[in-house]
């Protein structure tokens, strides 16, 4: 059993890891034995959500506009649990990847993953507080669920595992001790303004204009260019489809190990451009891994229901004809979870 928490941490480790491996094996399928629960949280000004390992039986629940099967405010499983900071994509919502994080809660992991809310910000002059609140946005949440009386008790210690999409990958760099320095994203983008066109275009955007006038700035703090921060992220972190640039991965990196999940066909955060070079620098820090799958950028992004995008034209649900999202989908979460593990 793993569920003694009086246990040597390095026997902790190896129970639970044979456990994943377990699940791996198995499918990864949803159980009433070993059902994610889920609940919001909201400390400093930063709104997360959380899922984890439970064993109450899972219903029917609205996430957004998405259909879910999940333990809303069950009890989390006894025992200590390894965490996973999760980070998502510029402009997104974290609950897009509430497929993710229910495989990963289900496989014993907490998983805390907040709502960024300066993403507005990126690519104008405030783009260095605007990543800078990103990483206080993971540390404030992980606090919180730190010191929370549900969850407490039943977090292990270290080390604290990172996943990220798209600028979510850049979010968990930072977090692990990497720095970022807008001149390096602008002599990239000197060099590469036409072949990197996705990435060095500074216009946020109407949506993004639009999306500031109807709200309050987050409180952002003065942030230097360049800057650095202490790391939260210790264990195993996964990048998919990671923005790059801008990064400056010089610095002994926190992370144990890194994955690194490029996507062939990605016209946004282009491999050769962000999650190859990225590769090449962080393998210099740390172990390092690189997988290739094909897709597209936003294929990461749980499927929207049908009956939303039968009323709404959105961009990020779309797929090329005969691409399948929920194949594309099992395959990078197999991948994120044996990186995780340790495979």
Same mark, same amino acid.
């Given at each position: ?5 009086? /246990?040597? *941490? ?19 399928? $949803?159980? %009433? ?53 999760? *980070?998502?994509?510029?402009?997104? +919502? ?45 540390? +404030? ?34 977090? *692990?001790?990497?720095?970022? %320095? ?15 066109? %996705? ?10 204009? /639009? ?27 996964? @990048? ?17 190990? /890194?994955? @690194? ?16 070079? $990225? ?65």
């Amino acid at each position: 059993m793993c569920l003694n928490s009086d /246990l040597p *941490s390095r026997r902790i480790f190896r129970c639970w890891r044979a456990a994943l491996l377990t699940a791996l094996g198995l499918g990864l399928g $949803l159980s %009433a034995a070993h059902a994610a629960g889920f609940r919001k949280i909201t400390t400093q000004g930063v709104r997360a959500g959380v899922w984890y390992p439970g064993d109450a039986s899972i219903t029917p629940q609205r996430l957004g506009p998405f259909e879910t099967k999940m333990a809303r405010n069950a009890p989390i499983r006894e025992g200590q649990h390894p965490v996973v900071l999760f *980070s998502h994509g510029n402009g997104g +919502r974290y609950r897009n990847h509430y497929l993710t994080a229910q495989v990963l809660a289900d496989t014993g992991f907490v998983v805390i993953a907040p709502q960024h809310e300066a993403d507005y910000l990126v690519g104008g002059r405030r783009t260095a507080q605007a990543l800078d609140h990103r990483y206080v946005e993971l540390a +404030r949440a992980l606090k919180a669920v730190r010191e929370d009386p549900a969850f407490r008790d039943h977090l292990a210690p270290e080390p604290v595992h990172g996943v990220g999409y798209s600028l979510g990958g850049m979010t968990i760099m930072l977090a *692990s001790g990497a720095g970022f %320095a807008s001149e390096r994203a602008e002599r990239h983008c000197r060099e590469n303004q036409r072949a990197d066109i %996705a990435f060095c275009d500074d216009d946020p955007g109407f949506f993004h204009r /639009l999306i500031q006038s109807f709200r309050h700035d987050p409180d952002l703090r003065p942030t230097p260019d360049p800057f650095r921060h202490p790391p939260l992220v210790t264990g195993r972190a996964v @990048v998919v489809a990671p923005v790059f640039q801008g990064v400056d991965p010089e610095k002994p990196l926190s992370m144990a190990h /890194l994955t @690194v999940i490029a996507i062939d066909g990605d016209r946004i955060a282009k491999p050769e451009f962000h999650a190859h070079p $990225l590769f090449d620098a962080a393998k210099q820090q740390v172990p390092a891994r690189s997988h290739t799958v094909p897709g597209h950028h936003h294929a990461f992004i749980a499927p929207f229901p049908k009956w939303l995008t039968d009323q709404e034209d959105i961009p990020v649900a779309k797929d090329p004809e005969g691409f399948d999202r929920p194949v594309f989908l099992r395959t990078v979460n197999r991948i994120i979870l044996n990186a995780l593990a340790g495979d």
